[in-house]
């Protein structure tokens, strides 16, 4: 329909999964549409995933049950974009007698995965345009018999998706791992030239598609001052800078190995357009030290587009009003970006 002489054009749906129920998924989410009622129509269209019954006991604990109407609804055609409507994909299947909140459990966990295929099997046929996933707990999906380390790679199995990453992003900082959840005496056997190759060109095809103007990457050393010719470690000779040359005779924008002490500082600066980190704490201290508020977590890789927050499932402070939704919101408009810019969604904003 015309309106002011533009054509209004329909924004991408994007589903939010609800997560560990006994964590502060369901909690960060009906706050998300109480604080910002106008969430489904600033930029995107957003609906849930879950189990309607402890949405609205949460909605209820929180005393915001009133400001709120849950819409149930069966498909995402259903739903009705609206403020202050929330349009909940019911799975019912999970008993609020059967949730220990701040306690990891099999229900949970169960009900979990169960919120995440149904999101990817809806990104899968283009039913939405992307999906954005509250925290879940390793050990909750663990008990319920779904091995995998976490969400990125229970995605990428879906998926049927070989080469993957996960990107952590804050609004100074991007950080990509080459190695995930390893102990740490793992990490060395990791890193092999292979790896982070695949990792610097993930790295590489993300930016160029989603952030053209910010192709520089910058890849960590392992070893303390990257292991300074071998003295600490020989990493860096044998694995990392055979995959930094190859990847710049692909033309790939990358320098390094640097030292991570250094590197980030500049790196914040805004200097590189991604950092390739080695294992998961060298890159997700700094990150969150900047961003933990808002920090965003991308998975690298898949057919699909899925954000979450940085945050993991907080039991300790579980259904008491006390998570920030930041996090979540950031995570919410940064999959929206990724639609328009990856020429997704139902159409483009306006005409």
Avoid at 152 to 166: F, G, I, P, V, W
Avoid at 195 to 205: A, C, G, S, Y
């Amino acid at each position: 329909m015309p309106h002011d002489g533009k054509e209004l054009i329909k924004e991408p749906i994007i589903v939010i999964t609800m997560g560990d129920a006994a964590g502060v998924g369901p909690e960060i989410i009906v706050r998300f549409f109480h604080q910002e009622p106008a969430a489904a129509g600033r930029g995107q269209r957003s609906l849930l995933i879950g189990d309607l019954g402890i949405l609205q006991e949460v909605a209820a604990r929180l005393g915001i049950e009133q400001s709120l109407k849950f819409r149930p609804i069966s498909s995402p055609s259903e739903a009705e974009f609206k403020p202050g409507v929330v349009n909940v994909l019911n799975l019912n299947n999970l008993p609020l007698e059967e949730v220990k909140i701040g306690q990891p459990g099999v229900a949970c966990g169960r009900a979990a995965v169960e919120y995440i295929e149904r999101a990817i099997n809806l990104c899968l046929v283009g039913e939405i345009q992307a999906m954005v996933t509250a925290p879940i707990s390793k050990e909750a999906i663990n008990l319920a018999g779904f091995h995998f380390a976490g969400h990125t790679e229970l995605l990428a199995q879906r998926t049927n998706s070989r080469d993957y990453a996960m990107m952590l992003a804050g609004e100074k900082l991007r950080v990509v791992l080459v190695t995930t959840h390893e102990a740490i005496a793992k990490v060395s056997a990791k890193i092999t030239k292979e790896q982070v190759l695949r990792t610097i060109r993930l790295t590489d095809q993300w930016l160029r598609k989603f952030f053209p103007q910010e192709r520089k990457i910058a890849v960590c050393g392992l070893n303390p001052h990257a292991g300074e010719s071998g003295l600490f470690g020989r990493e860096e000779i044998e694995a990392i800078s055979p995959a930094i040359a190859i990847a710049r005779s692909e033309g790939i924008p990358v320098d390094g190995p640097y030292p991570a002490d250094t590197l980030f500082y500049q790196a914040q600066r805004g200097i590189f357009g991604a950092v390739v980190a080695m294992y998961h704490d060298q890159g997700l201290i700094p990150l969150k030290m900047l961003a933990f508020d808002s920090g965003v977590n991308i998975t690298l890789g898949l057919p699909i587009i899925r954000t979450s927050p940085d945050h993991g499932t907080a039991y300790d402070i579980a259904w008491q009003g006390k998570a920030k939704i930041s996090s979540l919101s950031a995570a919410v408009d940064m999959a929206a970006y990724l639609v328009r810019q990856s020429g997704g969604g139902s159409g483009e904003v306006e005409k």
